[in-house]
């Protein structure tokens, strides 16, 4: 293990036991039997350090995403998605407050790729006719409040007890974004799953119908019209 893994190592150790869930550079050197100065000179500052840490605890919870092989029905992987955040979020607590505390100062890169995966499985989703907005706005719907429970359960437990009100949410958010073939029967329902289908498989024509100009065009106001409000 060279001498950057091994400090990032020392660092995921102590930050997981620690009660309040900071670490000390001093205590990080020490486990990882290097001087401070070879700390710094790595990840620049304290901040560098615990950008660089949560990036690797995170990243073994988005390699299992990765490695996951998708279910025929992209609902279903929404919902595991959901659940699974979740899970890692009360499994490594202190990670997870690290990723969106306001005190550091770069976005650790699994933030984004987080919501690059869940974007995908939106995608499906908009590609199935089953998706009553753009999948960008829809997987930041998700994100926003997968995360919100997710910081309520850990960082409030006194008033959040139950790990069941996850799935409650999920639910009610999942009701949010998806249309119900059943349910949703109106002519701006029907136009808006319509505008997002196109929108997700635009780049899957072959060959391309469209010059660039027409393409953009023509993702411009399908992009309007699955944004548009029924009251307009």
Known sequence: MDTRSAIIEAAATLLAQSPSGDVSTRAVCEAAGVQQPVLYRLFGDKDGLLTATVD??????LGAKRAAEK???????????WDSHTAFALAHPNAYKLMFAPALRSVPEAAEEAL?????VLERLAAQGRLRMAPDAAARMVMTANTGVALSLITRPTLYPDASLSVLV????????????VADTTAHDARTAAATTLLSSLDELTPQPFTPAESGLLEQWLTQISKSDPTD
């Open 170 to 181: 999920r639910d009610a958010i999942h009701r949010a974004i998806l249309l119900d073939p």
């Open 56 to 61: 690797h605890v995170w990243d073994q919870y």
């Open 71 to 81: 279910s025929e029905d992209p609902l279903r992987d929404l919902r595991a998605g």
């Open 116 to 120: 690059r995966i869940l974007r995908e």
